[in-house]
């Protein structure tokens, strides 16, 4: 092979090396940015989902129950007449 076709068949290795590793990089950074909306949507869905234990907690509270019993059940508290004890027997 003559010295100038070995030179060309180089330069254009050389071209193809340099558009592979440009493609690679542009592809890394595309799955950087997807990895950091993934973490932003987790994050989002932790943030979610602690709330709702938050508001499931306040729901379940001994006070709300109460507050439910008397105004949307209109239950209340037995007096002391009313009240009977049955043995289990």
Request: net charge positive.
């Amino acid at each position: 092979m003559s010295r100038t076709l070995l030179i060309v068949i180089l330069g254009a290795m050389v071209m193809i090396s340099a558009i592979m590793v440009a493609d690679v990089r542009h592809k890394g950074r595309q799955r950087y940015a997807d990895l950091n909306k993934l973490e932003r949507t987790i994050d989002e869905a932790l943030y979610q989902w602690t709330q709702l234990l938050l508001e499931r907690g306040s729901q379940a509270s001994l006070p709300r129950i109460e507050q439910i019993a008397i105004g949307d059940l209109q239950m209340r508290k037995p007096s002391l007449t009313e009240i009977e004890v049955f043995d289990g027997r």
